[in-house]
Nanobody, 124 residues
Framework: QVQLVESGGGLVQAGGSLRLSCAAS????????MAWFRQAPGKEREFVSG????????WYADSVKGRFTISRDNAKNTVYLQMNSLKPEDTAVYYC?????????????????WGQGTQVTVSS
């Protein structure tokens, strides 16, 4: 069983930056595909970014390309999401997700493990 714990959310002004962290335990981290999703009030959970176990390939939603960067440190069992040039529309609860898979999935249903979420609020 894999446990995921997110941290790093908060309140920031538009144009600012935040870095989210997701610490994993209980599994073989180096074999996990890791991803970030977000869910705004009244909206469905949406894919933000994903990274393969090796860290060499990354995926991004069009809405965050060029602003967000996903990375992972397999020695620390941690995945990060660096968020720059934040916009009010980035406001949401951000979730870390994981699955044992050779590929990154963009559907929430394809992930087996989830963190509790961390709130990101961007003020205008």
């Amino acid at each position: 069983q894999v446990q995921l714990v997110e941290s790093g959310g908060g309140l920031v002004q538009a144009g600012g930056s935040l870095r989210l962290s997701c610490a994993a335990s209980g599994g073989t981290f180096s074999r996990l595909v890791m991803a970030w999703f977000r869910q705004a009030p009244g909206k469905e959970r949406e894919f933000v970014s994903g990274i393969r176990w090796s860290g060499g390939r990354t995926w991004y939603a069009d809405s965050v390309k060029g602003r967000f960067t996903i990375s992972r440190d397999n020695a620390k069992n941690t995945v990060y999401l660096q968020m720059n040039s934040l916009k009010p529309e980035d406001t949401a609860v951000y979730y870390c997700a994981a699955v044992y898979s050779p590929v990154v999935h963009t559907r929430a249903d394809d992930y087996d493990y989830w963190g509790q979420g961390t709130q990101v609020t961007v003020s205008s």
